[in-house]
Each structure stands twice: as structure tokens, then as C-alpha cells.
């Protein structure tokens, strides 16, 4: 069970160093987008649609890794002073009734959706703009199976008493979103 939790949060962190780095290119992009209009009057639609996509992309690719850095928002006023046996519960039950059920819905609502802008290889409805469409939209299946393999994690952690690793990339940091 460890290994598998180990595994998931290799490919978790690794989605995170992803997401780092999409973030800054978006704030690159950004810059780049407002110097070529107002000092240079060159506006680019491709490159405004590259920071659209971006940042739908931060948000797509981090929920899972914000996660397992316990960087989502959490009401720690009751939970903070609760063993840790009823916080495993909580976990468990918020994971198997919320998170499971709210991700296999948006991966069965959306898989059609997505396979649909494939199927047609949708593009910018600009004629300068990314013919990347369906990229995009891979990310609203992306994301429940980030979030999948991540709440498999979560949850069998709290039956094996093994903490997250806060960082897998060996950065200093030693908080951990369970204690």
C-alpha cells in the first residue's frame, strides 16, 4: 500500500514541478502580452489564448498537487483540535462521499464533451488564434483523474498512518497538511 501511495505522489509532485513552471511562462506571456500592445501596437490573439490556456491549466493540473501540499483551504477551527482518529474519519468520509462521486461525475460528464472537440479537432473561432482547442478541453478530464489518483492516496494514507510528503522534490520544507 505504501508503494502505491509513494507512486501516486511521484506523479502528483510531478504534475506540481509541471504546474510551477506553467505559471511562470504565463506571467511571462502576460508581460509580453501587454509590451507588444501598448508599447509596440502589435496585439497577438495567439499569445492572449497561451495565457488563457495557462492559466486554465494551473488550476486544472494543481488541484490534486495543491492537495496533497494540504494548500486547499481547510476549516481547522474544529478540526485542528480533533484527534487524530475522528480527522482520519472525516478524511475518509469527505473522500468517499464528496470527492469520488463530485470527480467520476465530472469524468462522465465531460468525457463525451471532450471526445466530441477531438473528434473535429476544435480550434480558436480567431483566425490568429491556437488551433489548440481540444488541448484544452483535455483538461476538464485531466483534472477528476488528478484528483482520482490523489483521493486513492489521501485515503489510504489514513489507514496506514504514513504522512504525505510535503515536497517529494527534496525541498526543505517538513509542514505536513495532516498534523
Known sequence: MSQLISLIDRFTSATGRITRW?????????????????????????????????????????????WQQGGHVRVDVFYRGWTAERRHWVERLGIILLVLPTSLFLLWASWEYVGNAWAIRERSQEAAGLPFIYLLKTLIVVLPVTLILQAIAELLRTFTGLKADTDITNDSSEANHHG
Request: charged fraction near 5%; proline fraction near 2%.
Open 22 to 66: 506553467l505559471s511562470l511562462f504565463m506571467v511571462l506571456a502576460t508581460c509580453s502580452v501587454v509590451v507588444l500592445r501598448y508599447l509596440f501596437d502589435m496585439p497577438s490573439i495567439a499569445l492572449q489564448e497561451s495565457v488563457m490556456y495557462l492559466h486554465a491549466s494551473l488550476f486544472m493540473l494543481g488541484a490534486a498537487y495543491t
